[in-house]
């Protein structure tokens, strides 16, 4: 299976920072990654695809990057709503694996 | 505008069977795999598995002797069976809905259930 580490797995901000996520794999999948939001109580919520692509709807402030076995998430200027937790997918390797996740806290 | 509604049985005991569905309403059936995504309390994501609307599935090996997806493609519906639940099956259930093509994202969920199991 591909293993993806996210790092940190968790992170303190305040509104308006410059928030950088990084998710590694185990192996190469090009840029077959995918990145999620998720708030307690609430299902994920997709937030970029093959690793740079932004889901329509998801605010311009959400960027990623990335190919291979290295990729980012980057919020540019965090906002109040974007307190959550974020998960990396593999999208095209059977079985289909998610990072272990990066809560951003609040400073 | 699609959504995703699923029900099944909520508490279970250890050597159970879990019985989901989920159905979509308001968009194509067709051209999608049908997902199911699990996640522990306070822990991550586990795919499941999934079904197209012709009934081919791919599974989680670690969970391929339990789990069985189905379709019913006059309702709209896709379903989960997992055998011998123990507690270490405790979780919340989402179905969603993946891309056809040769890789997989996840645009649309439901609300997930919560399924514990527990003598």
């Known amino acids: 299976d591909i293993q993806l580490t996210q790092s940190p797995s968790f992170l303190s901000a305040s509104v308006g920072d410059r928030v950088t996520i990084t998710c590694r794999a185990s192996?190469?999948?090009?840029?077959?990654l995918a990145w999620y939001q998720q708030k307690p109580g609430k299902a994920p919520n997709l937030l970029i695809y093959?690793?740079?692509t932004l889901q329509s709807g998801v605010p311009s402030r959400f960027s990623g990057s990335g190919s291979g076995t290295e990729f980012t998430l980057t919020i540019s200027g965090l906002q109040p709503e974007d307190f959550a937790t974020y998960y990396c997918?593999?999208?095209?390797?059977?079985?289909?694996?998610f990072g272990g996740g990066t809560k951003v806290e609040i400073k | 505008q699609v959504q995703l509604q699923q029900w099944g049985a909520g508490l279970l005991k250890p050597s159970e069977t879990l019985s989901l569905t989920c159905a979509v309403y308001?968009?194509?059936?067709?051209?999608?795999?049908w997902t199911w995504i699990r996640q522990p309390p306070g822990k991550g994501l586990e795919w499941i598995g999934e079904?197209?609307?012709?009934?081919?599935?791919n599974y989680n090996p670690s969970l391929k002797s339990r789990v069985t997806i189905s379709v019913d493609t006059s309702k709209n519906q896709f379903s989960l069976n997992l055998s011998s639940m123990t507690a270490a099956d405790t979780a919340v259930y989402y179905c969603?809905?993946?891309?056809?093509?040769?890789?997989?994202?996840?645009?649309?969920w439901g609300q997930g259930t919560l399924v514990p199991v527990s003598s």
């Open positions: 093959v690793a740079s």
């Open positions: 969603a809905r993946g891309n056809s093509g040769t890789y997989r994202f996840f645009d649309l």
């Open positions: 192996q190469g999948i090009s840029n077959y």
């Open positions: 997918q593999q999208l095209n390797i059977y079985p289909l694996t």
């Open positions: 308001g968009g194509s059936f067709s051209n999608y795999y």
């Open positions: 079904i197209n609307h012709s009934g081919g599935t």
